[in-house]
């Protein structure tokens, strides 16, 4: 007879949800998988996404067996052939050294991001044990470095409103932020304040599927998020709607942006942002007006030169407004600062010695590996990241990966694009599989997942496959023996969640701040006087205004790249691939469809060209092959693609990230994937089906 048993757990993707799920396990297999309809936040819905995630778990091309390349670089898995532990973890372990004895062990680099969101799997033994190699240091901006920078100078953290009570605001501004592909649990709550009459406006150069569900949709040129909040709170000062008692307990540098925003009449900042000028006063006088109002800022309007500066001026929209006096009011970007739990104390514990190192932007890293890195980079270990398709400048990044004296160790659960460029392909287990502890970045709860399901073959959690390749290297140092449980109970430790409560109850609210508080009305943020800042003396040294302001987009921008390359490219998120996570599976990719660029019928009628018909898209830094989309979710000379795809099963061989470039963000340090000029060109449509071999 069968035996069934269900096992809770948490999603471990990139996505600030953190699903808590209800994984249906019949003799030792996962068949089933739900959501948990008692969390409070998620309550019970997976995204689209995530509700074939066991296709991934179940799938016939999970890796099971180390793989070593026996063949040229770049050729695929028939350039590789299986091995044991012993004679995969001997090499790595010897490519590493020869790297160490070579160039010292900066010359070794550890790149690793969201490929699961997970503390322990992702965030602890590997950071450990290259730290306490002395390896280079990896900064991951990839994907909210902006943001971070900008809530750090205006905030002192990244703080915001609690965001189950967006219920309780009058306006809601979703700048940036696709809750429906992005972040849809929050979107129930925005219904709900939408239910009890408050307004919702999406600020999106998309007509996105939020937008298209929303009051109101704002849709300025990509880049110019500052310029429009500049305007915004013009209309503000000028209509009477600033809190000034608040603002003079609570802020410091009014009197500096006060001035400012004199430069910033709203007819000015409409024609920047290629907007009415009714369109933003009306914006600002429901701003004015409204209280509590809540602004949600999404991620996608910090990937262009000026991020850092447009952040930091949407955040101080609710200084000026008083608005985090109340609940469901002010700002929110990220929960990732609210968390007790973090992992930076446990990935270097401070009984483990662990040598001062160079850190490396992993934005860069196309660069890093064609000579900006002094020393060289010669041993790359991959984990949890595909940066072969999500990287910037693709081609020079490839460049890089070919490189003879590169020596590359990846670990995966299925062959990516990034595996085709290896030394040595190492199993990862999936999340059934293994041991691991989450927060979010969209909400207040700690999850705690816990194996359900045998690992296929021979496949490893990522702390077993560095607790074994730190023994292969002869490290002896007992933290780098720490058990998974071990760990998850030191990332615990101190935050008022225990592992018993977790393995009890699966989740628990990890934060001070209760649902319905206004953390924040009293000010108290995490700066040196408790004072939100509008001027920040602090970025004159890193050669930004201190005072908020406006950073135009580099390439967007640029009058004369307009000329040869006349539209703006921008790529954000789909419905059906995370990242690069799904993006080889056949359901997700039937339902997301072949790789499409989107173009006004305007572009499309002055370029010939009509839906379905085959593209090129391409600038000086490269191309990439794409079904063309007419339709009127963007406007004139903007073009948009889903990222996510990836190269090798691409037409062409090519994804966006050949035209993206490396080029840091004004603060932090993060990539411009949506700053970028392409054209776009009619091809013949026979080369749609010339992808590289999966």
Not at 322 to 340: E, K, N, Q, V
Not at 635 to 662: D, E, H, I, M
Request: glycine share 10%.
């Amino acid at each position: 007879m069968a035996r069934t048993t269900i096992h809770p757990g948490a999603c471990p993707l990139d996505c600030p949800d953190t699903c808590t799920w209800q994984l249906t396990v019949t003799d030792g297999r996962a068949v089933a998988l739900r959501g948990d309809r008692d969390h409070p936040f998620t309550r019970g819905a997976l995204c689209g996404k995530v509700n074939r995630y066991l296709d991934a778990v179940n799938g016939p091309d999970r890796l099971t067996r180390p793989l070593v390349r026996v063949g040229p670089k770049g050729a695929g898995p028939v350039s590789y052939r299986p091995a044991s532990w012993d004679e995969a973890l001997g090499r790595v372990a010897a490519g590493l050294r020869t790297s160490i004895d070579r160039d010292g062990p900066q010359a070794i680099l550890p790149y690793y991001f969201a490929g699961t969101m997970g503390l322990v799997q992702g965030w602890t033994m590997g950071p450990r044990l290259f730290a306490h190699l002395g390896a280079s240091r990896l900064r991951t901006t990839i994907c909210t470095a902006a943001a971070r920078a900008a809530l750090q100078s205006v905030y002192g953290g990244s703080v915001g409103f609690e965001p189950e009570s967006v219920v309780d605001a009058k306006l809601i501004v979703l700048w940036g932020a696709n809750l429906l592909s992005t972040n849809l649990h929050h979107w129930p709550f925005v219904q709900e304040a939408q239910r009890r009459g408050a307004y919702v406006v999406t600020v999106d150069p998309l007509r996105t599927d939020t937008a298209a569900r929303s009051d109101e949709h704002v849709a300025p040129l990509p880049g110019t998020d500052a310029a429009l909040a500049l305007g915004l709170m013009r209309h503000v000062r000028d209509s009477g709607g600033v809190d000034r008692e608040w603002l003079a307990a609570h802020t410091v540098g009014w009197e500096r942006l006060d001035a400012r925003l004199d430069e910033w009449p709203v007819d000015r900042a409409a024609a920047e942002c290629g907007l009415d000028v009714d369109v933003v006063r009306r914006l600002g006088e429901r701003i004015a007006t409204t209280r509590p109002t809540a602004i949600r800022v999404g991620l996608g309007l910090q990937r262009h030169a000026g991020a850092g500066q447009a952040v930091r001026a949407i955040a101080a929209i609710p200084l000026l407004t008083g608005d985090f006096r109340y609940p469901g009011g002010g700002a929110l970007c990220t929960t990732s600062g609210h968390h007790r739990i973090g992992p930076d104390r446990v990935a270097r514990p401070p009984d483990l010695p662990a040598p001062p190192a160079r850190s490396i932007n992993m934005s860069r890293l196309a660069a890093a590996l064609t000579g900006e890195a002094d020393p060289p980079v010669t041993s790359l270990v991959v984990f949890d990241a595909n940066p072969a398709a999500t990287a910037p400048d693709q081609n020079r990044l490839r460049d890089g990966l070919r490189r003879a004296d590169l020596f590359t160790v990846v670990l995966e659960q299925r062959w990516t694009d990034t595996c085709d460029w290896a030394d040595v392909v190492l199993p990862a287990t999936m999340q059934p599989e293994h041991l691991d502890l989450h927060t979010s970045y969209g909400h207040h709860y700690a999850t705690l997942n816990l194996p359900a399901v045998t690992p296929p073959g021979e496949a490893l959690p990522n702390t077993e496959i560095f607790r074994r390749i730190a023994a292969a290297l002869g490290l002896t140092h007992p933290r780098l023996r720490d058990s998974d449980e071990e760990l998850a109970r030191q990332l615990l430790d101190g935050t008022g969640v225990s592992f018993e409560e977790l393995r009890e109850h699966t989740y628990a609210r990890d934060t001070g701040v209760d649902v319905g508080a206004a953390p924040y009305a009293k000010g108290g943020f995490p700066t040196r006087d408790g004072r939100a800042r509008f001027h920040d003396p602090q970025l004159t040294g890193q050669g930004v205004d201190p005072l908020i302001g406006y950073t135009p987009p580099v390439e967007a921008a640029d009058p004369t790249l307009a000329r040869r390359f006349p539209l703006a490219l921008i790529s954000p998120a789909g419905r059906f691939l995370m990242n690069s996570t799904f993006a080889s599976l056949p359901w997700h990719l039937d339902r997301a469809g072949p790789p499409r660029i989107h173009l006004h019928p305007d572009d499309a009628a002055a370029r010939g060209l009509a839906d379905g018909d085959a593209a090129r898209v391409h600038n000086d830094r490269g191309a990439f092959l794409a079904t063309v989309a007419v339709d009127d979710a963007t406007r004139p000379g903007l073009a948009f693609t889903y990222k996510a795809y990836w190269a090798r099963l691409s037409p062409g061989g090519s994804t966006v990230n050949a035209v993206t470039a490396v080029r840091d963000t004004d603060l932090g340090g993060g990539p411009t994937f949506h700053d970028t000029r392409v054209q776009v060109e009619g091809v013949p449509a026979e080369l749609l089906g010339a992808g590289q071999p999966a």
